[in-house]
């Protein structure tokens, strides 16, 4: 079975600040990790993922994500925020196995809302 | 295409009609994916295709719900006698390695 846990239902900073979005997974296989982002009225777009390369992920937007086995996390940062960044972030897990190969399981999501 | 399409983008029904919504991935993957996000219970897996075949539709919530796929690209799902709780935006997705998937904006229904 696989799980996502977001930490944060909504994290609010101001612009320039950095920003800092939790998520624990939980997975049987080797998962691999997405986040995903949904501005208002809009689809799911691609943020960045991790396929068991690379640990530390850099994605678009100025944004990256570390995988860290130890604490099955996958945080996902960004140095400074900006006015465009305010969405709701989703944490995805994914594992490749059986009938379900490439089933995305969501976290809840974090809405990041941006201060002047 | 560029990117996954889907229709109508939007579809208001009156209870207990039928509906029907359409996916064109993207040209070229094989695995296509339907999800339902609805206020308050998130981001729901209802199934997935490869090629024409579902190997997972643990996610369809009843049996008002189905979804085929032809010739490997279009799907369609169907609701029949849609029920107010049905409401809610229907996602597709596809994905030519399954590690990278790619969804469409979405359809939104609601059901009065």
């Known amino acids: 079975a696989q799980s996502v846990t977001q930490l944060d239902s909504h994290v609010s900073v101001s612009e320039g600040t950095p920003v800092l979005l939790r998520c624990n997974y939980s997975?049987?296989?080797?998962?691999?990790l997405f986040w995903y982002v949904q501005h208002p009225n809009k689809g799911l777009q691609l943020l960045l993922k991790y396929t068991s390369a690379a640990t530390l992920v850099k994605g678009i937007n100025g944004f990256e994500a570390e995988f860290k086995k130890s604490e099955t996390s996958f945080h996902l940062t960004k140095p400074s925020a900006h006015m465009s960044d305010a969405a709701e972030y989703f944490c995805?897990?994914?594992?490749?196995?059986?009938?379900?190969?490439?089933?995305?399981?969501f976290g809840q999501g974090t809405i990041l809302t941006v201060h002047p | 295409g560029a990117g996954v399409s889907q229709s109508p983008s939007n579809k208001v029904t009156e209870k207990g009609k039928d509906v029907e919504l359409r996916c064109d991935p993207i040209?070229?993957?094989?695995?296509l994916y339907w999800y339902r996000q609805s206020l308050g219970q998130g981001l729901e897996f209802l199934i997935y295709f490869q090629g024409n075949s579902a190997p997972d539709k643990s996610g369809l919530p009843s049996d008002r719900f189905s979804a085929e796929r032809t010739g490997g690209s279009v799907s369609t799902l169907t609701i029949q006698r849609t029920q107010q709780e049905d409401s809610a935006v229907y996602l597709c997705a596809s994905s030519s390695d399954r590690a990278t998937i790619y969804f469409g904006e979405g359809s939104w229904l609601t059901v009065v």
């Open positions: 995805v897990v994914s594992y490749a196995g059986g009938t379900s190969y490439g089933k995305l399981t």
């Open positions: 040209s070229g993957h094989t695995a």
């Open positions: 997975s049987s296989y080797s998962p691999s």
